[in-house]
């Protein structure tokens, strides 16, 4: 008789539970969940109630909602049929003229059983970063299968999708989400999740998402996991950006003609391992809500960090290009009669 093949567990083996990731665990699945964008999303609401759906294009920054504004349609549209009604392709899949031609092609052929008045769905998730041929192709498959099959197309912007496909679509553009609803939603979980926080925890993820819910329950969830308690220097010791306070004082500095003071808190910065960009686009983000300067001298900064922000991109990254900048923005504080001979 053949030995047996089981295998039994050590008795010491602990079994760690499985959890969802909190982006996804408290990803929105009906319209009214979805945070931002309430002009758009009403017209999405009729769609859903109406279920006369068009193509869509859905155009905006990442993290915004998008894709789940569409997954969150296709479930009001079709129910218990969206396993079999919805396919989505994605940016990581294939998605050349071939992918067009007999996946999409298959799937609008394909008969299911929807409820009365509905349609199959195919969403493109990332559809900007499709070929152009695979466009031209898609275009075509549009039109043939309109009868039975609606495409609703994710980007990030609309300008990379072919202008045929564009004028067979009703164009749906999101903003930025704003920092009260980000700030509601991160409330809720933190209630949900049982997360201790202080205020410059919760305004520090804001600062750090930059309009973008998903990054804001991320850096959430990572400050969570590392530290147990969600604070201004946990959240930027997990996103590893440029602390603001630090910025705020070399500003401070260039406002009274200080280059000292502002070079130490630059090299400060340097050498703490930041790169260029970060620090660049981190003084902006600081002058741009200071309430310190005048108007005038907001502007004033905000283009010379643009043009230096420029030269860093094309390559220029360097401590001298970022000194440069904090000279000319101490410069525009200073007396005219100090430049005299």
């Known amino acids: 008789m053949a030995a047996s093949t089981t295998k039994t567990k050590p008795a010491n083996t602990v079994e760690i539970p499985y959890e969802l990731p909190w982006v996804e665990k408290y990803r929105p699945t009906v319209l009214d969940d979805v945070v931002g964008n309430g002009e758009t999303i009403d017209r999405l609401k009729v769609i859903a109630r109406d279920g ?8 905006g920054l990442p993290g915004i909602g998008k894709t789940t504004s569409i997954h969150c ?18 940016a990581s899949d294939e998605r050349g003229i071939d992918v067009v031609r007999n996946k999409i092609k298959a799937f609008a052929q394909k008969k299911v059983t929807l409820p009365k008045g509905r349609h199959k769905i195919v969403i493109l998730d990332e559809a900007d ?25 994710a980007c990030n912007m609309s300008n990379k999708i072919i202008e045929p496909i564009q004028s067979r679509c009703a164009i749906l553009r999101y903003a930025k989400l704003r920092d009260q609803e980000i700030l509601k939603r991160l409330l809720e979980i933190c209630e949900m999740e049982k997360v201790e926080y202080n205020d410059d925890g919760l305004t520090a993820l804001i600062f750090t998402s930059e309009g973008d819910m998903r990054q804001a329950i991320n850096n959430l969830q990572s400050t969570h ?20 306070i630090i910025v705020q004082a070399t500003i401070r500095a260039c406002t009274k ?6 070079m130490e808190k630059l090299t400060e910065l340097w050498e703490q391992g930041y790169s260029a ?12 809500t200071f309430d310190e300067m005048p108007e005038h001298t907001k502007l004033e900064y905000i283009k010379e960090i643009g043009f230096t922000h420029m030269r ?12 440069g900048l904090v000279a000319r923005l101490c410069k ?4 005219p009669e100090l430049f005299a001979i």
């Open 52 to 59: 006369n759906c068009p193509h869509i294009i859905i155009s």
């Open 73 to 90: 349609l296709a479930h009001q549209l079709l129910g218990d049929a969206y396993k079999e009604g919805v396919l989505e392709l994605n």
């Open 129 to 153: 970063s499709m070929t152009s041929g695979a466009q031209q192709a898609l275009r075509r498959t549009m039109e043939i299968f309109s009868n039975t099959t609606r495409f609703c197309l």
């Open 225 to 244: 996991s590392g530290f147990g308690f969600i604070s201004g220097d946990n959240v930027f010791k997990v996103c590893d950006q440029p602390h603001p």
């Open 257 to 262: 003609g200080d280059i000292n003071t502002a």
């Open 277 to 288: 960009v970060d620090i660049v686009v981190t003084i902006f983000r600081v002058v741009k």
């Open 312 to 323: 860093i991109l094309e390559g220029v990254g360097t401590l001298l290009q970022l000194a």
């Open 332 to 335: 525009m504080n200073l007396k």
